[in-house]
């Protein structure tokens, strides 16, 4: 497979490659290739689909694995296990337009949805909940929701400087 490429192959647009995994993982709206999960999911949705039972080449095979598992770029990677610079990225750009293709013909099917991004519980939720779990336990304590302002702290502290008591130690 290491010969000259004809013509070069150029990889899908990272809009594009970002819906893919959202096909199978559910990501945040502001995703990118600079987020430290993006080759982990590209490789986990590589394996989800036994595209590595497709690859006869143990070249490319090598190649494709070196890409989706170091933080290396694609010309490093080429270099390192080619000797060449554009090799090594042609064999990822096809894998990558390969799968990319076979993937959006299953969403095109109606095989693969988008799997909705839950966002993470804020700190004042959580905060509730565990207000309503000690209520309703019956545990005589209250986690204020917001914390209380220097201000106030302060006034607090000079008013209660004077008689300590056992909140104020």
């Given at each position: 497979m290491l010969n000259n490429p004809n013509p070069p192959?150029?990889?899908?647009?990272?809009?594009?490659?970002?819906?893919?995994?959202?096909?199978?993982?559910?990501?945040?709206?502001?995703?990118?290739?600079?987020?430290?999960?993006?080759?982990?999911?590209?490789?986990?949705?590589?394996?989800?689909?036994?595209?590595?039972?497709?690859?006869?080449?143990?070249?490319?095979?090598?190649?494709?694995?070196?890409?989706?598992?170091?933080?290396?770029?694609k010309v490093k990677i080429s270099e390192k296990l080619t000797g060449r610079s554009y090799w090594g990225v042609y064999i990822i750009n096809k894998h990558l337009q390969i799968i990319h293709d076979e993937i959006m013909e299953d969403y095109k099917n109606g095989l693969l949805t988008?799997?909705?991004?839950?966002k993470p519980p804020t700190k004042t939720e959580i905060t509730k909940k565990l207000n309503e779990y000690y209520t309703k336990n019956g545990?005589?304590?209250?986690?204020?929701?917001?914390?209380?302002?220097?201000?106030?702290?302060?006034?607090?502290?000079?008013?209660?400087?004077?008689n300590p008591t056992k909140d104020t130690l």
């Open positions: 192959i150029k990889a899908p647009k990272e809009k594009l490659i970002i819906f893919c995994i959202s096909l199978y993982h559910s990501i945040p709206p502001v995703f990118s290739r600079n987020n430290f999960l993006f080759k982990s999911l590209l490789k986990s949705m590589f394996d989800t689909r036994n595209y590595w039972k497709k690859l006869k080449d143990k070249k490319e095979k090598e190649i494709l694995t070196a890409f989706l598992t170091t933080k290396e770029t988008v799997k909705p991004y839950k545990i005589n304590k209250k986690i204020p929701l917001r914390k209380k302002n220097t201000e106030t702290l302060v006034n607090e502290w000079k008013k209660n400087r004077n």
